[in-house]
């Protein structure tokens, strides 16, 4: 079965620094992979995906990820973190399902990410 | 721009009751999700349905139902609430396609405390 790790649980970084949040997973196929943003009280944004191709990927926001099959990792990064930033960020990892067409997303236990002014 | 919506943002519910999560999108999605967030587990999929009346279990169906009767409306029910079951709901929805995957789209949550 798929997996996901993000063994950050929370990180402080200052406005204007930059970020990276790490993602290591476990699946046995070639992954999609993904990256949600959670701001307080709210449901889940998407930030980025990653199915094949150019292992670096843009996403909203000014964030990017970086396929590494290698390390079987796909970390998030934004070079100038802004407090608006501040929020909970889901790497997820996606297997289909046995329903044609539907795929299951298996989610990382999130990190926390806080800004400081 | 694709809407969930869920009937609740807060409840609060007793021990032993029936409780109804109600979602709705307005997307025209074959897919539908209901997940489970605690803090320090991340998401976890209580079950998910492909298409009208159809559903399957996902990682943690135990103590959950669902219904899937209208392709816009999928209710997660807990049949006798308990404590053990207080957390936030998230539900999502997707496009089904042959081949590819489709962004999952989520409500805003209900966050359930059962007493």
């Known amino acids: 079965a798929q997996s996901v790790t993000q063994p950050d649980i929370h990180i402080t970084v200052s406005e204007g620094a930059s970020l990276e949040l790490r993602c290591n997973y476990s699946?046995?196929?070639?992954?999609?992979l993904f990256w949600y943003v959670q701001s307080p009280g709210q449901g889940l944004q998407l930030l980025l995906k990653?199915?094949?191709?150019?292992?670096l990927v843009q996403g909203i926001k000014g964030f990017e990820a970086e396929f590494k099959r290698s390390q079987s990792s796909f970390n998030l990064r934004k070079p100038s973190v802004h407090w608006s930033d501040a929020a909970e960020y889901f790497c997820?990892?996606?297997?289909?399902?046995?329903?044609?067409?539907?795929?299951?997303?298996?989610f990382g236990k999130g990190t926390k990410l806080s800004v400081i002014p | 721009d694709v809407k969930v919506t869920q009937s609740s943002r807060y409840l609060v519910k007793r021990t032993g009751e029936k409780v109804f999560l109600e979602c709705v999108q307005d997307m025209d999605h074959e897919n539908m999700f209901w997940y489970r967030q605690d803090p320090g587990l991340g998401l976890r999929l209580i079950y998910f349905?492909?298409?009208?009346?159809?559903?399957e279990k996902g990682d943690i169906p135990e103590g959950y139902s669902v219904s899937r009767e209208k392709k816009e409306r999928f209710s997660l029910i807990l049949e006798s609430a308990s404590t053990n079951q207080t957390s936030m709901y998230l539900c999502?929805?997707?496009?089904?396609?042959?081949?590819?995957?489709?962004?999952?789209?989520f409500g805003p949550g209900t966050r359930l405390t059962v007493l």
């Open positions: 990653y199915f094949s191709g150019d292992t």
């Open positions: 999502a929805s997707s496009l089904k396609l042959g081949s590819s995957y489709n962004e999952q789209f």
């Open positions: 349905s492909y298409d009208v009346k159809m559903k």
């Open positions: 699946y046995g196929a070639t992954p999609y």
């Open positions: 997820a990892v996606a297997d289909r399902g046995s329903g044609a067409g539907s795929y299951q997303l298996t």
